[in-house]
Nanobody, 129 residues
Framework: QLQLEESGGGLVEPGGSLRLSCAASGFTLDYWTIGWFRQVPGKEREGVSCINISRSKPSTYYADSVKDRFTISRDSANEMVYLQMDSLKPEDTAVYYC????????????????????WGRGTQVTVSS
């Protein structure tokens, strides 16, 4: 059974950093497109960053709002995907979700069109002084 579990959320001051982790079980990470989404109450879920690692060279997508501040990466040996978040802003406050999609899904389709097969349960990130 495919499962995703997020960790690493918490409270951080503006300008600070956090690293979110996504642990995968029940499937091999290398064969899936993986992404991070976030959602604020009352708003639609937003695709933050997605990575397609089924190709010889991983392809990544970042939402404009996080470009040059967030970095998505994977550790295939440990079946983990990370989201390094730097220069955090109060508007980054949200519940962050890890998601997986069929490997034929491009990173852009996953993040922009929300073509997702499975979701994690989410981890809260709060950026506040």
């Amino acid at each position: 059974q495919l499962q995703l579990e997020e960790s690493g959320g918490g409270l951080v001051e503006p300008g600070g950093s956090l690293r979110l982790s996504c642990a995968a079980s029940g499937f091999t990470l290398d064969y899936w497109t993986i992404g991070w989404f976030r959602q604020v109450p009352g708003k639609e879920r937003e695709g933050v960053s997605c990575i397609n690692i089924s190709r010889s060279k991983p392809s990544t997508y970042y939402a404009d709002s996080v470009k040059d501040r967030f970095t998505i990466s994977r550790d295939s040996a440990n079946e983990m995907v990370y989201l390094q978040m730097d220069s955090l802003k109060p508007e980054d406050t949200a519940v962050y979700y890890c998601a997986a999609a069929h490997p034929a899904t491009t990173e852009r389709d996953m993040c922009i069109l929300h073509k997702v097969g499975s979701w994690g349960r989410g981890t809260q990130v709060t950026v506040s002084s």
